[in-house]
């Protein structure tokens, strides 16, 4: 109980995620990926039919353009960016309907692979790209474009990836609630157990190992009762390297309630967009045990059970005053041996 009272305040008491110059566009924003430098990108527009990069004065840089149905974007060690498009298009005609497009840093474009319908994407140290393909598989694109599917139904049903500083890649899996690990040997397991992270989306892994997950959402509303708690919870887990699973202990605002996608620095500076601004929490990023989470679903039942009861007590001694008022003051009887008329 100690430690579910420890996170609350924590999330009280804690620090919010500031908006990043440049981050707001009224166009809207899918994704957002850190680059090998440092610097902060992001896509632009409902469509993404471009990325840009924020500069440190809060303007951006267009640096590529034209891109068709953007479902996934990463950057490999060099700078080069990697995106995936979705073409959603079907029939015999067209059987592969989406591919892998690189952005090199000198302007140049080409297309790696065609994956019939890629989503998240990501790309570790050797230059070999993953790719989750129709939300039922994962496949591998080898530097010489050779494709292989490396892991799917029935065993997962991949959503997010993420490569780590080991190499490894996180697997987000939306039927088990879960992340998956598959080292580079090939072998794969999860690194927390089923049903700990409820509706999961995107994860980003920091130098130290720790997995960062955004989530769809709470399924309810933790509303605040004490300190600076605002509505709503930044809803993202953070799983660390022994695999127990924290929350942000950060404030939040209705506008970050559904985060779309989590990026993380190599100094461990925290990114998140809520789909129309970027906003970052400074290293070290607070957390509090996810079980304080639970202790909303105590105390709201209690904080509603009690203010019903206030409104009661009032409501009945009101009552009782009113009757009293047109009761009015009893006339004193006759004195004791008066003589009665």
Not at 105 to 114: E, L, N, R
Not at 150 to 166: E, R, Y
Request: hydrophobic share 45%.
């Amino acid at each position: 109980m100690a430690g579910l009272l420890a996170g609350v305040i924590a999330e009280n008491i804690g620090p919010a995620p500031v908006p990043v110059p440049g981050g707001y566009t009224p166009d809207g924003i899918l994704f957002i990926a850190i680059g090998p430098d440092g610097r902060v990108f992001r896509t632009d527009g409902i469509n993404a039919d471009k990325v840009v990069r924020i500069e440190p004065d809060g303007r951006t840089t267009v640096i590529a353009a034209g891109i068709q149905q953007l479902a996934g974007m990463a950057f490999d060690g060099q700078g080069d960016l990697f995106v995936s498009e979705n073409f959603e298009a079907t029939g015999p005609a067209l059987p592969v309907s989406g591919q892998i497009v690189e952005f090199r840093t000198d302007g140049t474009s080409q297309v790696i692979a065609k994956i019939a319908t890629p989503t998240s994407i990501a790309v570790d140290n050797q230059g070999v790209i993953y790719v989750v393909d129709g939300l039922t598989r994962v496949d591998r694109v080898m530097p010489d474009g050779a494709v292989e599917t490396i892991a799917g139904d029935p065993q997962i049903d991949p959503v997010g990836l993420a490569v780590g500083p080991s190499g490894a890649l996180y697997i987000t899996d939306q039927q088990h609630d879960t992340v998956w690990i598959r080292n580079p040997d090939g072998e794969m397991r999860r690194i927390v157990e089923e049903g700990q992270v409820p509706n999961p989306k995107y994860p980003v892994v920091d130098e130290r190992g720790n997995v960062f997950v955004c989530q769809n959402s709470f399924g309810f509303l933790p509303t605040g009762i004490v300190g600076n708690q605002q509505f709503l919870q930044v809803p993202v887990l953070v799983i660390d390297p022994t695999g127990h699973v924290h929350r942000l202990a950060v404030q939040a605002n209705p506008g970050t309630f559904e985060t779309q996608d989590v990026a993380v620095s190599g100094s461990g500076d925290l990114y998140l967009t809520d789909g129309s601004g970027v906003y970052v929490v400074r290293a070290p990023v607070p957390l509090a045990p996810v079980d304080s989470r639970a202790l909303w679903l105590l105390l709201l039942p209690v904080g509603v059970t009690l203010l019903v009861l206030g409104i009661f007590v009032a409501a009945i001694a009101l009552f009782m005053g009113a009757v009293v008022r047109r009761a009015g003051p009893r006339s004193p009887g006759p004195a004791a041996g008066a003589p009665r008329g």
